[in-house]
């Protein structure tokens, strides 16, 4: 037996990318022959006793755990990144966007076009009044289906938290926390110290910082802060599409927890919220495969569009999703602060590598599967975006993503498993009116408004011609009716965590609603040109960030300098 090894002598014939998930949980991998033929094992030092040391049964070497998965790393990088891009695309075809509308999807859209250009040509007027009725209707069942969700979700007893009691140290599973980053040199400090503050023992805790090969400013930080002491840091290489969900991928067969959980690069979630999560999922039933915590912002009050983004949020996860897991309809997860099973995961095929809100996507996938996700009463704090450009490249991006995913649930949706028929009508509505809604109401939305003006402006008849008798009072309740009551649930949202001051900024959710709209059409621009493009989000440039990032520098300073005393 041996404490070190060279690299140079490591026997690739004896490794199996299919063994490898067993090396990972082994912590043991066959390294090379030996005399007699006899095979050396590689082995992570705490994966090997004393008594193992003194008296192997097979010949070992043992390393530390970070060479350990560096060897691993070395060995496999090439199929890891062939599967991070590719597993889902080639096993569950109909589950990957990587071909937004297959065959039947083409032909169905070809024929829709056709119709409706011939009924164009002969009838052009009731060809628009029928369309124009066709999105009444669809937007009134939008806000329909956001009135029923409000409504659940204002009885208290429709809110469930899903809590648990909590662990000894002893019963806490491994978990492995997945941080995608790209760009993100400004928020390693932050970010180095909300993950030093987890409450959970750091044996249990499988940190692994993901970083693109392009990245060398953000690696050279990680470098300077001496993250690779107290993290596993997992260089991605080159590879087309440059998502967050093949990162993701690739780190994901070197997980050594039984659980899985993805942080943002300018996350802080509440310190004991992994020990929150590890009780749900010990307290859950065997088809509970996910468990999201909330997100919110810590700078919502930085100006006016940061406290409209903390209404929205608001809204969505602690009102609109608890009343959808009431209904047992499908939950769209955030892209942050979701747990799952590691092992429901891998057998999914893991995140699309092609989806732009995988996150949304994997909640979809989750129900079709016949898995549920519960919510977790834990908050993640985030930097909510203080700038309009940022702002509405990051909206764009989850809007195509939100596209991408309707059309893949739309051919996929016969692979659910057998429901009732409430349980069906629930799917069907979570994903036609609450994740398809998001963005068809935000395509229809300018059109109504600017239809009304122009009708109130100049009185027109051909506005009135098309909308004739009750579809003018149905537009104008639709319109009208509909963006009120939006209003009024932004302004109720943040009552839940007593954020009173940030009611009255609703008012101004109109201009919100009309950047939603124009990241709406850009999305739909971008998902025909570039569908996989990931639109960056900058991150570190609010003033709460900045002072947050000079307060946690000066954290790490002095940690410096005390280990050097």
Known sequence: MRDAMKRDTLEPQLQSFAELRHYVKERRLPF??????QIEYLAGNRSVSADQRKFPLRPIIVVSETEFSQTLLRRFSTEMTEAARSTLRQTRPKDSAHRLLNASQSVGLLLILTVLSVAFYHAPLMTLIGANA?????YIAIIAFRVRLAALALNPDATPNFAAPALENHALPVITVLVPLFDEADCLPTLALALDKIDYPREKLDIKLIFEEADSRTRAAATALNLG??????????SHPQTKPKACNFALPLS??????????????????????????????????CVQARLNFYNADENWLTRLFALEYALWFDNLLPALQRVNAPIPLGGTSNFLRTQTLLELGGWDAYNVTEDADLGMRLARAGYRTELLDSTTF???????????????????????????????SSDAKKQSLRESLSAKASVHLFLAGNFFSALINPLLWAIFVWWLATGTKAVEALFPGPLLGLNLFALIAGNFLFIYLAMIAPLKRGWTHLAPAALLAPAYWWLTSMAAYRALFQLVFRPFFWEKTRHGISAAAKLKRAQATGSQERSCDNRGD
């Open 32 to 37: 090379r022959r030996c005399q007699y033929g």
């Open 134 to 138: 066709v999105a009444t209707f669809y």
């Open 382 to 412: 985030e930097e909510a975006n203080c700038s309009t450009g940022n702002w509405l490249r990051q909206r764009s991006r989850w809007m195509k993503g939100y596209m991408q995913t309707w059309a893949v649930h739309l051919r996929a």
């Open 229 to 238: 002491d107290r993290f596993e840091l997992i260089i991605t290489p080159r």
């Open 256 to 289: 050594r927890g039984s659980l899985v959980v993805v942080y943002d690069a300018e996350d802080e979630p509440e310190p004991d919220q992994i020990r929150k999560a590890a009780a749900a999922f010990a307290a859950a039933a065997a088809d509970v495969a």
